[in-house]
């Protein structure tokens, strides 16, 4: 097995809000045998900023991305979204400065970015990471991984390798959340309604947690469940991984 360098552009949220998915992923590479890597100079992909209507001012984000990680390996990233913003707009943007190094920069590191569960399974080849987490599992496969990822069955896969997990399928998975981004600020009654649906969903598997790629969904499903005081979880799938039989978790 060829041992990589891998670079882990965290995701400005996770490191802010969810910092133990960072140390799950760091956990699960370097148990597979590779090489970690964090950037400190390393900040926003400029998501919040391109989606709101800022996009003058995700440039220069899309800008530092570039030059942080321009000679970086591979580069693992555990949000869909943030790599959605990558490989769908930054091109775009690229082209609309006219800067025909820039457009070259960005059509260089895409060949290099991963979401987690991309980097698992299609370039490391793995599925079982020798995880052990013995509950009962529901996946709610986020909007930015489904349309413009197409992770297809990759999450799913992952979690039926661990051993003692009990893998239950989502009803009307394909469904959002109701979070994206500012939409639950902007259009609060609509994503309550969308939530409420996706809530009812993840209690009618009957499990005790519910993973996913994204923590900003699991962020807005996981505070309606403890609102409800549901005693269901949210976990990103990363520190579902790095859990083993010895009681190692992220």
Known sequence: MKVLKISLFVACYNDTLFPETGKAVVRVLERLGHEVEFRQAQTCCGQMHYNTGYQKDALPMMRHFLNVFADAEVICVPSSSCVAMIRDHYPKMAVQTGDAELERKVVAVLRRVFEFSELLVDKLGVTD????????????????????????????????????????????GDQCCGFGGTFAIKNAEVSAAMLSDKVRCVLDTGAEVCAAVDNSCLMHIGGALSRQRTGVKVLHLAEILASTEAGERA
Do not use: M, N
Not at 132 to 157: E, I, M, N, Q, W
């Open 129 to 172: 990471v020798g995880a052990f987490y013995p509950h009962a599992v529901t996946l709610h496969p986020s909007c930015h991984s489904l349309r413009s990822l197409h992770l297809g069955d990759k999450p799913r896969r992952l979690l039926e390798c661990v051993r003692g997990l009990t893998y239950l399928q989502l009803p009307e």
